[in-house]
């Protein structure tokens, strides 16, 4: 599992709505989320392993619409992955 983070180089609604119909396809990729910040979308990507893990970078990730570079951090261990906030889930 890799954490990537995407910068791209036109932040328009177009180019948005480009680079999410085409995240959509590629299904090594779990999450893509909007962020607000140094960086345009952090995505959850699951391979294998490390060699499919740079193929998929290389031929789907970095050739996304409107892609000016990716930063990758690989998960070494999962520690918490179902989704719920602990405590906070039963908060009314």
């Known amino acids: 599992m890799a954490f990537v983070e995407v910068r791209l180089n036109d932040t328009r609604e177009a180019a948005l709505a ?50 000016a570079n990716t930063s990758t951090y690989v998960a070494m261990q999962a520690v918490k992955e179902d989704g719920s906030l602990g405590p906070l889930d039963n908060v009314t």
Do not use: C, W
Not at 31 to 41: E, M, P, S, V
Not at 42 to 64: F, G, H
């Open 18 to 67: 480009a680079f999410n119909a085409a995240v959509a396809r590629i299904g090594e990729i779990e999450q893509a989320h909007l962020i607000a910040g140094n960086f345009d979308y952090l995505m959850k990507i699951r391979t294998r392993s490390m060699t499919e893990y740079r193929a998929v970078l290389a031929e789907k990730i970095s050739t996304l619409p409107h892609v």
